[in-house]
C-alpha cells in the first residue's frame, strides 16, 4: 500500500493507526482528507498542515481553519472529535476511558455526519466516492 495518498505523512498506515486507537474508520478518515484537501493542494493544507480545512466557516475558510504543527497532529484531532461528537451517541464509552458527547451525532454515518458537518449536502457522496476509490486500490 502507497503510503503517500496525502502528503508526506497521510498515508494509509496513519489512518489506519487512527482507525486501531480511536475505533474511526481509516479509509474514511482518509477519505475526507482527500476530499477536504483536493489531495493535500489546498492553500489551507498547505500552509496550516490541516488537510480537513478543520474549524473553517463557509464565510471565513482560510482564517477560521486550525493551525498544525505537522499533519498527525490534525489527523488525530479530527479523528478524535470525530469520535467524540459526531459519531456516537452521548454517554457512549470511546477513548481513554472517556464517553461521547454526541453534541452532532445524527447516526454513524456519511449522511449522518454530513449533517453537521458540512454545508455542503452532497459532502457524503463526495466522500464516499473517494472511500470507494480507496477500497478499491487496497
Not at 39 to 68: M, V
Amino acid at each position: 500500500i502507497s503510503c503517500s495518498l496525502v502528503g508526506s505523512e497521510m498515508c494509509i498506515r496513519d489512518s489506519y493507526n487512527m482507525e486501531k486507537k480511536y475505533n474511526i474508520n481509516g479509509i474514511f478518515l482518509a477519505s475526507m482528507a482527500i476530499h477536504e484537501s483536493a489531495w493535500g493542494t489546498s492553500q489551507i493544507a498547505k500552509d496550516k498542515n490541516n488537510l480537513f480545512g478543520y474549524g473553517s466557516y463557509d464565510s471565513t475558510p482560510y482564517e477560521s481553519s486550525y493551525e498544525f504543527t505537522d499533519y498527525a497532529e490534525g489527523i488525530e484531532t479530527v479523528a478524535k472529535s470525530l469520535v467524540k461528537y459526531y459519531l456516537n451517541p452521548s454517554g457512549t464509552k470511546i477513548y481513554d476511558g472517556e464517553t461521547a458527547a454526541g453534541w452532532y451525532y445524527n447516526g454513524p454515518t456519511l449522511s449522518g455526519v454530513n449533517t453537521r458537518y458540512a454545508t455542503d449536502s452532497d459532502w457524503h457522496t463526495k466522500v464516499f466516492n473517494y472511500m470507494q476509490m480507496l477500497y478499491n486500490r487496497l
